[in-house]
């Protein structure tokens, strides 16, 4: 049976979620766990704190790329705890200047996108010096696909004035757990991560291609309504 949420869970979730809009599988249930870890971080720990945390994180992942092309793949599962240390920071520095009635949007918002962009960076390189030959490319495209995410994200942003993280039911949080779980793969099985990761691009590519799409007819629909509005105006007048 579902355990029902308290309404202080229910109050601190509606507090950190004032700035954004969530659609991702997993929301509830990361949300939820947001507010647990919010109400036992210690006092002396800042936003900008976790924010380095979650690029240690990154830091961790990239290591372990390094070290499964010069020792044994089996370094690699090193990438799986940095993801979880990433998501641990990443998740909860802005959110919890929102627990604590100090949110710095604009700062947040630029020094989280910052950190995010260098850190997909960082990533990919990861792969590309984990991957051979001509695979390498499938890591430069997981950059660029990645990127063109972000953008369309920020243009969303900047015509509807909602700011979301997520393409439908896939968010950040999805695809730590994915790439996670491509490799442990590779630990057992030499190679599944080339194609998954290929897999991985393609996917990616098709909802850039939707986000894209979707986000271009919201600003022609914007232009039209701002164009109708502007013709009652000058009816008025």
Same mark, same amino acid.
């Given at each position: 049976m579902r355990k029902p949420i308290s309404d202080e869970i229910r109050e601190i979730v509606?507090?950190?979620?004032?700035?954004?809009?969530?659609?991702?599988?997993?929301?509830?249930?990361?949300?939820?766990?947001? /507010?647990?870890?919010?109400?036992?971080?210690?006092?002396?720990?800042?936003?900008?704190?976790?924010?380095?945390? +979650?690029?240690? *994180?990154?830091m961790i992942t990239f290591t372990g790329f390094v070290l499964a092309t010069f020792f044994h793949r089996g370094f690699l599962l090193l990438g799986v705890a940095g993801f979880a240390i990433n998501w641990f920071g990443d998740s909860l520095d802005g959110r919890l200047a929102y627990y604590r009635n100090k949110p710095r949007k604009w700062y947040g918002f630029s020094l989280d996108l910052s950190i995010d962009w260098i850190s997909t960076i960082i990533l990919g390189w990861g792969y590309v010096f984990y991957a051979p030959d001509q695979w390498e490319m499938v890591g430069?495209?997981?950059?660029?696909?990645?990127?063109? /995410?972000?953008i369309v994200a920020l243009v969303r942003y900047r015509v509807t004035?909602?700011?979301?993280?997520?393409? +439908?039911?896939? *968010?950040?949080?999805?695809?730590?757990?994915?790439?996670?779980?491509?490799?442990?793969?590779?630990?057992f099985i030499k190679d599944a991560i080339l194609y998954a990761g290929a897999v991985a691009c393609l996917l990616l590519f098709v909802i850039d291609i939707k986000d894209t799409v979707k986000l271009i007819r919201m600003a022609d629909e914007k232009d039209i309504a701002e164009r109708e509005n502007n013709l009652k105006d000058s009816d008025v007048r």
């Amino acid at each position: 049976m579902r355990k029902p949420i308290s309404d202080e869970i229910r109050e601190i979730v509606k507090r950190i979620s004032t700035d954004r809009r969530r659609t991702n599988l997993l929301k509830n249930y990361e949300q939820r766990t947001i /507010a647990f870890f919010l109400q036992r971080i210690p006092s002396w720990t800042t936003s900008d704190m976790l924010t380095f945390l +979650g690029f240690i *994180g990154t830091m961790i992942t990239f290591t372990g790329f390094v070290l499964a092309t010069f020792f044994h793949r089996g370094f690699l599962l090193l990438g799986v705890a940095g993801f979880a240390i990433n998501w641990f920071g990443d998740s909860l520095d802005g959110r919890l200047a929102y627990y604590r009635n100090k949110p710095r949007k604009w700062y947040g918002f630029s020094l989280d996108l910052s950190i995010d962009w260098i850190s997909t960076i960082i990533l990919g390189w990861g792969y590309v010096f984990y991957a051979p030959d001509q695979w390498e490319m499938v890591g430069s495209g997981f950059v660029v696909l990645y990127g063109w /995410a972000m953008i369309v994200a920020l243009v969303r942003y900047r015509v509807t004035g909602n700011y979301t993280i997520d393409s +439908g039911i896939l *968010g950040p949080t999805e695809l730590r757990i994915i790439i996670s779980a491509i490799l442990i793969a590779e630990v057992f099985i030499k190679d599944a991560i080339l194609y998954a990761g290929a897999v991985a691009c393609l996917l990616l590519f098709v909802i850039d291609i939707k986000d894209t799409v979707k986000l271009i007819r919201m600003a022609d629909e914007k232009d039209i309504a701002e164009r109708e509005n502007n013709l009652k105006d000058s009816d008025v007048r």
